[in-house]
């Protein structure tokens, strides 16, 4: 049974930092991209970042670029995003996925507030 569970969410104040991780089971993580995506209150899902299998290649949504780290430890089968300077617009739900699959995780919760 594919498992992925993500963790790491919270409140934080604007220009903090928070690491989401993502457990993976169930499946060869090691094959397979890797995206973060998020849900603000009231809107349509979002990509956020993207990761090949090894690692080596990423990408970013231009609203995140340059202050989100996507990253992969496929020996911990476990996938990460680093978000420095968050802004009150980075509230969502953030959810991994599983490229090309129809595998997501239950999302953890960002708020960020003062």
């Known amino acids: 049974e594919v498992q992925l569970v993500e963790s790491g969410g919270g409140l934080v104040q604007p220009g903090g930092s928070l690491r989401l991780s993502c457990a993976a089971s169930g499946f060869t993580f090691s094959n397979y991209a890797m995206s973060w995506v998020r849900q603000a209150p009231g809107k349509g899902l979002e990509w956020v970042s993207g990761?090949?299998?090894?690692?080596?290649?990423?990408s970013y949504a231009d609203s995140v670029k340059g202050r989100f780290t996507i990253s992969r430890d496929n020996a911990k089968m476990t996938l990460y995003l680093q978000m420095n300077t968050l802004k009150p617009e980075d509230t969502a739900v953030y959810y991994c996925?599983?490229?090309?699959?129809?595998?997501w995780g239950q999302g953890t919760q960002v708020t960020v507030s003062s």
């Open positions: 996925h599983v490229e090309g699959s129809g595998f």
């Open positions: 990761i090949n299998s090894g690692g080596g290649s990423t």
